[in-house]
């Protein structure tokens, strides 16, 4: 599947891509993946390991006359977003992508594309293969689970990289490269509610809020996008002067990406269905309104749902309250690094089944004691509705360093390449290198990539010219280690 991949250039890059497209690779799911690498390295001779954690790592040795020179570190992660329309059964852990090419773009029909992060992994692959590069020691790190939990980076074993300088490969912006960036961590917050019986005169009916864009929680956080669970709150509390109570709740699916659907069923009087209706209508184009230009294709339905207990009045209108108000979007821009968000948060995945109460939120920050406060801000506000609140999988940020002498010479080398000054970026997102960096302070770090647009969503797509421009700047990059400059 995916043959038409064959005929894009760099051939060796989107050869690679196309095994990622053909290999299913959802967080979690990463053996298959970690197995064919693993006999692709064997096939071609390269030394493999696995860390304790899983972590994949792929040696080669320098070229002749290179072997004492700095080793270089190529990084990225093995695992993908899988986020497919409502309407389209695709298995994620089962099929392969279906890719196509438009308007000088790669897409994928109707789910994520991958290309965060198989663009640097197939990067990656097609540099271990290039026998016309000359080069230092070459270790190719692929980490798992970044998407999920960051639990890859977060648990690689210290000790075990041998190169003084890393590239990662997981940024998303044509002609930018990134030298620091935001920290997080998941705020996972959990309640048994009380419920009552359905009232005789009662009705239960599912309200959906559909048609959103969606995107990344970092990258995409201040575009002013509507996040699916906010929104929806919103339209329970417009609703609540009605009689409606909360019967069930599902919202997004993941932490990392901005919800782009939600769903609540609510018991109301049945002499209510037709004003409610009026509502939601009047409602929708509220949204609309605030959302033209950016989600102007928002809508809310309502259906006949399965007639099940609701909440009892005091606890449905006590949670929507709590997620009324609950963190969401930026909270606060940076100083430091104008233009670019400091602290944030995503309202990622709201659940509610038979009185069972389920939050997981994702808190960033450029500051480590920012996201700290703003986790404990979840858990005050959520402890007075009687719910317990935990914080997993906190991340470090990455210090930026202006004058790293790997960033000079990446600069030097993207202008010779492409005639342009590369933008030195901080980015509002969690790139494992503020992880590795912790493991390995002695690393040199930068991360670059092409131009992805769309992450995290069915709307993700990678535009090919950038790509191959990618792909000349990093082998550039890989040769000029092995000069005499990089001793």
């Known amino acids: 599947m995916n043959d038409h ?42 030394t493999h390991e ?4 899983g972590n994949l790592k792929i040696c080669k040795p320098a070229s002749p006359g290179c072997e004492e020179l700095p080793g270089v570190i190529l990084q990225g992660h093995l695992d993908m977003v899988a986020q497919a329309n409502a309407d389209h059964p695709h298995d994620f852990t089962r099929d392969a992508l279906d890719t196509y090419v438009e308007d000088g773009w790669l897409h994928a029909h109707e789910t994520t594309l991958g290309a965060d992060n198989g663009m640097g992994v197939a990067a990656a692959l097609a540099i271990l293969e290039d026998d016309t590069l000359r080069h230092g020691p070459l270790e190719a790190l692929f980490t798992l689970e970044e998407e999920a939990s960051m639990r890859g980076a977060l648990e690689l074993d210290e000790g075990w990289l041998q190169g003084r300088y890393l590239l990662n490969l997981d940024s998303e912006d044509r002609g930018q490269v990134y030298i620091g960036c935001a920290g997080g961590a ?5 309640a048994r509610l009380p419920t009552r019986d359905l009232g005789e005169d009662e009705i239960v009916r599912r309200v959906a809020l559909t048609g959103l864009v969606g995107g990344h929680s970092g990258i995409d956080i201040h575009k002013g996008r509507g996040n699916a669970n906010r929104l929806l709150v919103r339209v329970l509390r417009a609703l609540e002067p009605f009689g409606a109570c909360l019967v069930a709740y599902h919202g997004g699916t993941l932490r990392n990406a901005l919800p782009r659907e939600a769903f609540a069923s609510i018991a109301l009087p049945a002499d209510e269905e037709a004003a409610v209706t009026q509502r939601l209508v009047e409602l929708e184009a509220e949204l609309a309104s605030e959302l033209a230009g950016i989600d102007e294709d928002v809508q809310l339905t309502l259906e006949p749902s399965e007639p099940d207990a609701p909440l009892t009045e005091a606890a449905s209108r006590l949670l929507i309250a709590a997620l009324h108000v609950a963190p969401c979007g930026v909270e606060r821009m940076s100083v430091e690094v104008p233009g670019v968000v400091e602290t944030s948060n995503n309202l990622g995945v709201v659940k509610l089944e038979a009185g069972r109460f389920h939050l997981c939120a994702l808190v960033r920050s450029l500051r480590d004691s920012a996201t700290q406060d703003l986790a404990d801000r979840f858990r005050a506000l959520f402890l007075l509705i009687g719910a317990e609140t935990r914080v997993e999988n906190a991340y470090p940020g990455w210090t930026p360093d202006p004058e ?25 997102a969690g790139l494992e290198c503020g992880i590795l960096g912790g493991k390995y302070p002695h690393l040199e770090m930068i991360s670059f990539g092409p131009l992805i647009r769309g992450a995290h969503s069915p709307t993700e797509r990678v535009e090919l010219d950038s790509v191959d421009e990618f792909w000349q700047v990093l082998r550039a990059v890989i040769e000029d280690l092995a000069s005499a400059r990089a001793a």
């Open 50 to 53: 696995r860390d304790a954690a």
């Open 404 to 428: 790293s002498t790997l960033l000079a010479r990446f600069r030097r080398l993207h202008l010779e390449q492409t005639g342009v000054d590369p933008d030195v970026k901080v980015i509002h």
């Open 5 to 46: 991949l064959l005929q894009l250039s760099p051939e060796p890059l989107w050869r690679h891509f196309r095994t990622l497209c053909n290999t299913p690779r959802p967080s979690g799911h990463e053996q298959r993946l970690v197995e064919t690498l693993i006999a692709w390295a064997d096939e071609h001779g390269f």
């Open 186 to 190: 998941d705020v996972v917050v959990g």
